[in-house]
């Protein structure tokens, strides 16, 4: 059965439920507020005919709310004209006027969308978080407040890298209750957890559950899709089993204290709908990006100019480290801070600020939190030593818009064939006549190599961190190998980047 990954506000764009007029279709943590707990009031003081005592979140629910609202969006649509489309079976024309129906000719090849998702108030001067795949594209946005009230509101500013956006509305008359933020970075597997919202359009629903993980990465927010070249997010979700559905992407995640823990965002489901794995944006990334969608319109992020990707097992295996954390280091931008400090290709970053690395997603978002100019002591293990390099950061170029690249699952060499690099290859790719190496020439569709992702015209330039410059160098480094695992570097050809170093750590 497939899985699929939905970000749930329903809308043509987003392939959900959509409110079209006036009807719903379906596409396809600390210690709760004084009185939450309530004694009946027929408790005697001699303790007799007393009833046994309730417990309810609804205090602190009931003030969190107001600052929950339902965003509305619309959009207009270009569509074929109606002359040169056929609908073989009326029930199916989306549009409602059947096979062979002329085009009318008032009608100007347009069609106006809606969609629905959800918001939340941040500041009293009408400030509201919310997702950018809610308020993308639209031509007009609508707030509804819980209670009632409705109001026009302008796009602030968005950030596709995180699926945030910022909307504004005029606060005269509204007396807007903000909510209040929680440190996310103190949420916990295991606290209780709350999700406001407007689910499938019905209206403001409130839904309980737990904190089901931290620091989830799932490759669910990417950007330029339709230029080509795809870019990761800035992901770090918090995972949820609090019912979400379509419709209550934008909205809120709060604390048992009723403070914002996270921006509600995507969830993973085989049938469309809620099966208890959502994901949140930490506010602690949604409050840097929003502060500076609201002062400046845009978001600016620093970078130290390296390519970054995992650790894994073998790899970590394979250079000597006890478990595998923090981020490899594919290659250093020359002319960049991390070339600059004396970063190297190969080197794997442990630490910044003394603050140990999980993974390369979390070393890509701490960096890209900071201002440009900002000076940082970053640890790398290189060669099994701890070396500290200070970096001054600079802000974020387009040409380097993601500091990390996907990484292959790694595997061992068996069923690989290499040879010396042609010359013809060489012209045909730019391969610069300095690097040396062997070339893959065929990869066995059943190896653990082919199945690991290493790919024909790959170029190996290193096993162990030893050169290998020829055919003989390849056979007698592998030969030679003593350990349970090797680290084996080789470049491979990007469209749009050129030539780039990947790092395998490989199985014996």
């Given at each position: ?270 049938s469309g709908g809620n099966e ?166 065929r990869v066995s569709p059943s ?62």
């Amino acid at each position: 059965m497939k899985i699929q990954i939905k970000r749930y506000m329903p809308g043509v764009l987003l392939c959900a439920a959509l409110a079209v007029g006036s009807s719903l279709i379906i596409h396809a943590i600390a210690t709760p507020e004084a009185g939450a707990n309530r004694v009946d009031s027929a408790v005697q003081a001699s303790g007799q005919n007393s009833a046994p005592p309730s417990f309810t979140f609804a205090p602190m629910l009931k003030q969190a709310r107001k600052s929950v609202v339902n965003v509305l969006v619309e959009k207009v649509d270009r569509v074929p004209t109606r002359s040169m489309e056929r609908f073989p079976f009326p029930f199916f024309d989306p549009f409602g006027q059947g096979e062979g129906r002329q085009q009318d000719p008032n009608d100007d090849g347009t069609r106006r969308s809606r969609g629905a998702g959800s918001g939340v108030v941040v500041s009293a001067d009408g400030y509201i978080l919310t997702n950018n795949h809610v308020v993308e594209d639209s031509d007009e946005v609508t707030v509804t407040f819980s209670n009632g009230r409705t109001e026009k509101a302008k796009v602030v500013g968005t950030d596709p890298p995180t699926d945030l956006a910022v909307l504004k509305v005029e606060p005269k008359g509204l007396d807007l209750e903000p909510i209040q933020f929680a440190n996310s970075d103190s949420v916990e597997v295991g606290d209780l957890a709350f999700a406001i919202g407007n689910p499938l359009g019905i209206g403001q629903t409130v839904t309980m559950g737990i904190v089901s993980a931290t620091g989830r990465t799932m490759g669910i927010i990417r950007t330029g899709e339709n230029s080509g070249t795809p870019q990761a997010g800035y992901e770090d979700f918090i995972q949820t089993d609090a019912a979400i559905n379509r419709g209550n992407s934008g909205g809120a995640l709060i604390t048992v204290d009723g403070r914002l823990m996270g921006i509600n965002s995507a969830i993973i489901s085989q049938s469309g709908g809620n099966e208890g794995i959502g994901f949140a944006i930490p506010m602690n990334i949604a409050r840097f990006v929003m502060d500076q969608l609201i002062s400046n319109g845009k978001v600016q992020r620093a970078m130290i100019g390296a390519l970054l990707t995992e650790v894994d097992s073998t790899m970590a295996k394979a250079l000597g480290m006890d478990r595998p954390y923090g981020a490899m280091v594919n290659e250093v931008v020359q002319g960049k801070p991390a070339a600059a400090a004396g970063m190297k290709a190969g080197d794997v970053i442990t630490k910044i600020n003394g603050t140990e690395m999980r993974d390369s997603m979390q070393t890509r978002n701490m960096i890209s939190m900071m201002k440009p100019g900002t000076k940082v002591d970053i640890t790398v293990n290189r060669n099994g030593k701890a070396v500290t390099l200070p970096v001054t950061l600079t802000g974020l170029d387009q040409q380097f818009s993601s500091e990390s690249v996907e990484s292959s699952s790694q595997s061992g060499l068996d069923g690989v064939s290499v040879s010396e690099i042609p010359e013809d290859m060489r012209s045909q790719l730019r391969l610069d006549a300095d690097v040396k190496g062997v070339v893959v020439t065929r990869v066995s569709p059943s190896s653990k190599a082919a199945a690991g992702g290493i790919r024909p015209r790959d170029v190996i330039v290193a096993i162990d961190r030893q050169p290998v410059t020829s055919v003989g160098d390849f056979e007698r480094l592998m030969k030679g190998a003593q350990k349970d695992a090797i680290f084996v570097q080789v470049k491979r050809y990007v469209q749009g980047r050129g030539w780039s170093n990947f790092f395998f750590g490989v199985e014996r």
